[in-house]
Protein backbone atom coordinates (compact mmCIF):
# COMPACT_ATOMS: atom_id res chain seq x y z
CA UNK A 1 0.00 0.00 0.00
CA UNK A 2 1.69 3.55 -0.89
CA UNK A 3 0.79 6.84 1.17
CA UNK A 4 -0.14 9.98 -0.04
CA UNK A 5 -0.36 13.65 1.81
CA UNK A 6 -2.39 16.36 0.55
CA UNK A 7 -0.65 19.75 2.59
CA UNK A 8 -2.93 22.95 1.70
CA UNK A 9 -0.91 25.73 1.41
CA UNK A 10 -1.65 29.82 0.04
CA UNK A 11 -4.73 28.18 -1.47
CA UNK A 12 -8.47 28.77 -2.87
CA UNK A 13 -9.07 25.26 -2.57
CA UNK A 14 -10.02 25.12 -6.38
CA UNK A 15 -7.47 22.00 -6.70
CA UNK A 16 -9.34 20.41 -4.02
CA UNK A 17 -12.52 20.59 -5.87
CA UNK A 18 -11.56 19.13 -9.09
CA UNK A 19 -9.90 16.27 -6.81
CA UNK A 20 -13.71 15.58 -5.72
CA UNK A 21 -15.26 15.90 -9.27
CA UNK A 22 -12.62 13.33 -10.28
CA UNK A 23 -14.75 10.65 -12.26
CA UNK A 24 -14.03 7.26 -13.94
CA UNK A 25 -12.93 5.94 -11.98
CA UNK A 26 -13.91 8.78 -9.08
CA UNK A 27 -11.84 9.52 -6.33
CA UNK A 28 -12.33 6.84 -3.82
CA UNK A 29 -11.94 3.76 -6.96
CA UNK A 30 -8.87 5.24 -8.26
CA UNK A 31 -7.06 5.04 -4.61
CA UNK A 32 -8.53 1.56 -4.23
CA UNK A 33 -6.94 1.05 -7.93
CA UNK A 34 -3.82 2.25 -7.30
CA UNK A 35 -3.50 0.86 -3.48
CA UNK A 36 -3.18 4.37 -2.22
CA UNK A 37 -4.08 5.19 1.78
CA UNK A 38 -4.67 8.66 2.24
CA UNK A 39 -3.41 9.86 4.99
CA UNK A 40 -4.86 13.13 5.21
CA UNK A 41 -6.65 15.41 3.05
CA UNK A 42 -7.90 18.58 4.96
CA UNK A 43 -11.39 18.44 2.88
CA UNK A 44 -11.73 14.29 3.75
CA UNK A 45 -10.24 13.71 6.68
CA UNK A 46 -11.55 13.98 9.88
CA UNK A 47 -8.81 12.72 12.39
CA UNK A 48 -8.13 14.81 15.25
CA UNK A 49 -5.86 18.24 15.31
CA UNK A 50 -3.63 16.20 17.41
CA UNK A 51 -3.65 13.03 15.24
CA UNK A 52 -2.99 15.26 12.51
CA UNK A 53 0.13 16.37 14.53
CA UNK A 54 1.66 13.67 14.98
CA UNK A 55 0.96 11.98 11.86
CA UNK A 56 3.20 15.32 10.08
CA UNK A 57 5.87 14.70 13.08
CA UNK A 58 6.26 10.78 11.55
CA UNK A 59 6.69 11.77 8.64
CA UNK A 60 9.06 14.30 8.58
CA UNK A 61 11.19 11.98 11.44
CA UNK A 62 10.79 9.24 8.85
CA UNK A 63 9.50 7.04 11.14
CA UNK A 64 6.35 6.62 8.58
CA UNK A 65 6.92 6.22 4.77
CA UNK A 66 5.77 9.01 2.98
CA UNK A 67 5.60 7.56 -1.19
CA UNK A 68 3.31 10.68 -2.50
CA UNK A 69 3.15 14.15 -1.56
CA UNK A 70 0.67 16.32 -3.00
CA UNK A 71 0.51 20.17 -1.91
CA UNK A 72 -2.37 22.48 -3.07
CA UNK A 73 -1.66 26.65 -2.73
CA UNK A 74 1.49 28.98 -3.45
CA UNK A 75 4.12 28.58 -0.15
CA UNK A 76 4.68 32.01 1.82
CA UNK A 77 8.40 32.59 2.91
CA UNK A 78 7.74 36.13 4.12
CA UNK A 79 8.02 38.13 5.88
CA UNK A 80 11.91 38.45 5.58
CA UNK A 81 12.60 34.16 4.72
CA UNK A 82 11.20 33.23 8.05
CA UNK A 83 7.70 32.07 6.30
CA UNK A 84 5.69 33.14 9.40
CA UNK A 85 2.77 34.84 7.08
CA UNK A 86 1.89 30.73 6.75
CA UNK A 87 2.11 28.58 9.95
CA UNK A 88 1.00 24.92 11.39
CA UNK A 89 1.16 24.76 15.40
CA UNK A 90 3.48 28.01 15.03
CA UNK A 91 6.22 26.68 12.84
CA UNK A 92 6.61 28.11 9.14
CA UNK A 93 4.67 25.68 6.36
CA UNK A 94 7.76 26.00 4.27
CA UNK A 95 9.79 24.48 6.65
CA UNK A 96 7.39 21.32 7.43
CA UNK A 97 7.42 20.88 3.91
CA UNK A 98 11.20 21.16 2.80
CA UNK A 99 11.34 18.40 5.00
CA UNK A 100 8.23 16.27 4.26
CA UNK A 101 9.52 16.51 0.33
CA UNK A 102 12.89 15.70 1.61
CA UNK A 103 11.39 12.45 2.49
CA UNK A 104 8.91 11.58 0.06
CA UNK A 105 8.95 9.22 -3.33
CA UNK A 106 7.10 11.64 -4.87
CA UNK A 107 6.19 15.56 -5.18
CA UNK A 108 3.68 16.80 -6.80
CA UNK A 109 2.60 20.82 -7.14
CA UNK A 110 -1.09 20.76 -7.90
CA UNK A 111 -2.04 23.67 -9.61
CA UNK A 112 -0.55 26.72 -10.72
CA UNK A 113 0.10 28.66 -7.11
CA UNK A 114 2.23 25.48 -5.84
CA UNK A 115 3.67 25.00 -9.08
CA UNK A 116 4.90 28.85 -10.21
CA UNK A 117 3.70 30.81 -7.08
CA UNK A 118 0.47 31.98 -9.39
CA UNK A 119 -1.56 33.99 -7.50
CA UNK A 120 0.25 34.85 -4.20
CA UNK A 121 2.13 37.61 -6.70
CA UNK A 122 -0.54 39.65 -6.25
CA UNK A 123 0.14 39.87 -2.00
CA UNK A 124 3.06 40.84 -0.39
CA UNK A 125 3.73 37.57 1.34
CA UNK A 126 6.41 36.29 -1.09
CA UNK A 127 4.62 33.39 -2.50
CA UNK A 128 6.82 31.23 -4.49
CA UNK A 129 5.82 27.12 -6.17
CA UNK A 130 7.95 24.41 -5.00
CA UNK A 131 10.68 24.32 -7.63
CA UNK A 132 9.98 27.39 -9.46
CA UNK A 133 9.17 31.44 -8.91
CA UNK A 134 6.85 32.05 -12.32
CA UNK A 135 9.61 30.91 -14.57
CA UNK A 136 12.87 30.93 -12.58
CA UNK A 137 13.48 27.43 -11.30
CA UNK A 138 14.05 27.50 -7.66
CA UNK A 139 11.35 28.06 -5.74
CA UNK A 140 10.96 26.93 -2.27
CA UNK A 141 12.74 23.59 -2.76
CA UNK A 142 15.78 24.73 -4.95
CA UNK A 143 16.65 24.07 -8.52
CA UNK A 144 18.33 20.83 -7.20
CA UNK A 145 16.04 19.24 -5.66
CA UNK A 146 14.72 15.51 -6.17
CA UNK A 147 12.57 13.23 -4.26
CA UNK A 148 13.64 9.92 -2.91
CA UNK A 149 12.62 8.36 -6.25
CA UNK A 150 15.16 10.70 -7.86
CA UNK A 151 12.73 12.91 -9.76
CA UNK A 152 12.16 16.80 -9.37
CA UNK A 153 8.88 18.23 -8.08
CA UNK A 154 6.00 17.54 -11.14
CA UNK A 155 4.24 20.42 -11.60
CA UNK A 156 0.82 20.05 -12.46
CA UNK A 157 -0.21 23.48 -13.32
CA UNK A 158 -3.94 25.19 -13.65
CA UNK A 159 -6.21 26.86 -11.72
CA UNK A 160 -7.91 24.36 -11.26
CA UNK A 161 -5.55 21.46 -12.21
CA UNK A 162 -7.36 18.93 -14.35
CA UNK A 163 -8.89 16.33 -12.75
CA UNK A 164 -7.70 13.98 -15.54
CA UNK A 165 -4.61 15.11 -15.84
CA UNK A 166 -4.38 14.57 -11.95
CA UNK A 167 -5.24 11.58 -12.70
CA UNK A 168 -2.82 10.58 -15.16
CA UNK A 169 -0.02 12.21 -13.28
CA UNK A 170 -1.31 9.95 -10.16
CA UNK A 171 -1.21 6.88 -12.49
CA UNK A 172 2.40 7.45 -13.44
CA UNK A 173 3.80 8.46 -10.08
CA UNK A 174 2.09 4.78 -8.60
CA UNK A 175 3.40 2.57 -10.92
CA UNK A 176 6.74 4.58 -11.18
CA UNK A 177 6.74 5.71 -14.20
CA UNK A 178 8.37 9.45 -14.70
CA UNK A 179 6.48 11.08 -17.27
CA UNK A 180 8.66 13.10 -19.47
CA UNK A 181 8.60 16.83 -18.71
CA UNK A 182 8.53 20.26 -20.57
CA UNK A 183 10.69 22.97 -19.62
CA UNK A 184 8.54 23.89 -16.75
CA UNK A 185 8.75 20.52 -15.32
CA UNK A 186 4.66 19.74 -16.58
CA UNK A 187 4.01 16.36 -18.21
CA UNK A 188 4.65 16.82 -21.78
CA UNK A 189 1.77 15.00 -22.65
CA UNK A 190 -0.39 17.11 -21.68
CA UNK A 191 1.58 20.46 -21.55
CA UNK A 192 3.19 20.24 -24.90
CA UNK A 193 -0.13 21.58 -26.64
CA UNK A 194 -1.66 24.87 -26.74
CA UNK A 195 -4.81 26.08 -25.61
CA UNK A 196 -5.59 27.44 -28.92
CA UNK A 197 -4.80 23.92 -31.00
CA UNK A 198 -8.10 22.48 -30.94
CA UNK A 199 -10.13 25.23 -30.27
CA UNK A 200 -13.34 25.61 -32.35
CA UNK A 201 -12.61 28.97 -33.26
CA UNK A 202 -9.31 28.06 -34.86
CA UNK A 203 -10.68 28.89 -38.35
CA UNK A 204 -11.26 32.28 -37.21
CA UNK A 205 -8.39 33.39 -36.09
CA UNK A 206 -6.21 31.98 -39.30
CA UNK A 207 -8.82 34.45 -41.28
CA UNK A 208 -8.25 37.28 -38.28
CA UNK A 209 -12.32 37.40 -38.48
CA UNK A 210 -12.61 38.32 -34.36
CA UNK A 211 -15.07 38.87 -31.92
CA UNK A 212 -15.23 42.76 -30.04
CA UNK A 213 -17.86 41.41 -27.62
CA UNK A 214 -19.06 38.35 -26.27
CA UNK A 215 -21.48 35.91 -27.88
CA UNK A 216 -20.17 35.78 -31.07
CA UNK A 217 -18.61 32.62 -32.55
CA UNK A 218 -15.12 34.56 -34.11
CA UNK A 219 -12.01 34.43 -32.74
CA UNK A 220 -10.81 36.32 -29.20
CA UNK A 221 -7.41 36.60 -29.27
CA UNK A 222 -7.19 40.16 -31.18
CA UNK A 223 -9.47 42.35 -28.49
CA UNK A 224 -11.14 40.24 -25.89
CA UNK A 225 -7.30 39.03 -24.29
CA UNK A 226 -8.02 35.12 -25.22
CA UNK A 227 -4.21 33.85 -24.49
CA UNK A 228 -4.67 30.02 -25.90
CA UNK A 229 -2.12 30.92 -28.62
CA UNK A 230 0.42 31.63 -26.01
CA UNK A 231 -0.38 29.01 -23.40
CA UNK A 232 -0.01 24.64 -22.85
CA UNK A 233 -2.99 23.36 -21.48
CA UNK A 234 -4.69 20.49 -22.94
CA UNK A 235 -8.25 22.51 -22.40
CA UNK A 236 -9.23 21.85 -25.75
CA UNK A 237 -7.74 18.16 -25.75
CA UNK A 238 -9.41 16.85 -23.29
CA UNK A 239 -12.22 19.24 -22.28
CA UNK A 240 -13.93 19.51 -18.73
CA UNK A 241 -16.79 17.85 -17.91
CA UNK A 242 -15.43 15.87 -20.82
CA UNK A 243 -18.03 18.55 -22.94
CA UNK A 244 -16.63 21.36 -22.70
CA UNK A 245 -13.78 24.51 -22.52
CA UNK A 246 -13.78 28.23 -22.23
CA UNK A 247 -12.65 28.85 -25.50
CA UNK A 248 -15.77 26.55 -26.64
CA UNK A 249 -18.05 28.40 -24.27
CA UNK A 250 -17.14 32.34 -25.41
CA UNK A 251 -14.61 33.07 -22.51
CA UNK A 252 -10.84 33.96 -23.81
CA UNK A 253 -8.38 31.72 -21.92
CA UNK A 254 -6.44 33.69 -19.39
CA UNK A 255 -3.46 31.51 -19.86
CA UNK A 256 -3.97 29.88 -16.19
CA UNK A 257 -1.21 27.13 -16.58
CA UNK A 258 1.55 29.69 -17.42
CA UNK A 259 4.10 30.24 -15.19
CA UNK A 260 3.53 33.84 -15.21
CA UNK A 261 -0.29 33.68 -14.21
CA UNK A 262 -1.74 35.83 -13.57
CA UNK A 263 -1.03 38.37 -16.17
CA UNK A 264 -0.61 41.97 -15.40
CA UNK A 265 -3.17 43.51 -17.58
CA UNK A 266 -6.83 43.00 -17.15
CA UNK A 267 -8.83 39.97 -18.20
CA UNK A 268 -10.62 40.34 -21.19
CA UNK A 269 -8.96 42.77 -23.06
CA UNK A 270 -5.90 42.27 -25.36
CA UNK A 271 -2.93 44.96 -24.78
CA UNK A 272 -2.15 46.13 -28.86
CA UNK A 273 -0.44 48.75 -31.15
CA UNK A 274 -2.37 49.79 -34.55
CA UNK A 275 -4.85 46.83 -33.84
CA UNK A 276 -1.85 43.97 -33.32
CA UNK A 277 -1.52 42.14 -29.89
CA UNK A 278 1.73 43.43 -28.28
CA UNK A 279 1.71 39.55 -27.23
CA UNK A 280 2.02 36.72 -30.67
CA UNK A 281 1.10 33.47 -30.83
CA UNK A 282 3.98 31.10 -29.16
CA UNK A 283 7.49 31.30 -31.33
CA UNK A 284 5.84 33.67 -34.20
CA UNK A 285 7.66 36.47 -35.94
CA UNK A 286 5.96 40.07 -35.47
CA UNK A 287 7.01 41.24 -39.38
CA UNK A 288 5.61 37.94 -40.70
CA UNK A 289 2.83 37.74 -38.27
CA UNK A 290 1.21 40.99 -39.19
CA UNK A 291 1.88 40.44 -43.37
CA UNK A 292 0.36 36.78 -43.01
CA UNK A 293 -2.64 38.29 -41.01
CA UNK A 294 -3.52 41.48 -43.38
CA UNK A 295 -3.49 39.04 -46.41
CA UNK A 296 -5.40 36.11 -44.24
CA UNK A 297 -8.16 38.57 -43.42
CA UNK A 298 -8.49 40.22 -46.96
CA UNK A 299 -8.70 36.45 -48.20
CA UNK A 300 -11.32 36.14 -45.42
CA UNK A 301 -14.42 33.66 -47.13
CA UNK A 302 -17.96 34.99 -46.83
CA UNK A 303 -19.68 32.79 -44.13
CA UNK A 304 -16.94 33.45 -41.51
CA UNK A 305 -17.18 37.24 -42.15
CA UNK A 306 -21.01 36.91 -41.91
CA UNK A 307 -20.65 34.61 -38.91
CA UNK A 308 -22.88 31.62 -40.78
CA UNK A 309 -20.59 28.87 -40.13
CA UNK A 310 -21.33 27.10 -36.95
CA UNK A 311 -18.55 26.42 -33.88
S1 LIG B 1 -10.43 32.03 -29.34
FE1 LIG B 1 -8.37 31.85 -28.43
S2 LIG B 1 -7.85 29.66 -28.50
FE2 LIG B 1 -9.61 30.01 -29.88
S3 LIG B 1 -8.73 30.34 -31.92
FE3 LIG B 1 -8.95 32.36 -31.00
S4 LIG B 1 -6.99 32.74 -29.96
FE4 LIG B 1 -7.08 30.55 -30.39
Known amino acids: MLTALWMQCGACGGDTMSLLGMESPHLPALLDELQVELLWHPSLSNGSPAYYQNLISDLRRGRRPLD ?4 EGFVSTGPEGSGAFDTFKGEAKADILTELAARAG ?5 GTCASFGGIGKLSEIDAVGLQFHHQQPGGLLGRQFRSTRGWPVINIPGCPVHPTVLKDVLYAACEETAPPLNAFQAPEDWFGVLVHQGCTRNEYHEYRVE ?6 PGCMFFHLG ?6 YSPCNKILWNNRNSKTNAGTPCFGCTHPDFPQEHPFFHTPSIIDIP ?17 MAAAAAPERLVKRTSKV
Request: with cysteine.
Open 68 to 71: LLLV
Open 106 to 110: VVLAV
Open 211 to 216: DDDFGG
Open 226 to 231: CRGPLT
Open 278 to 294: LELPDGVDRAHYLAYKG
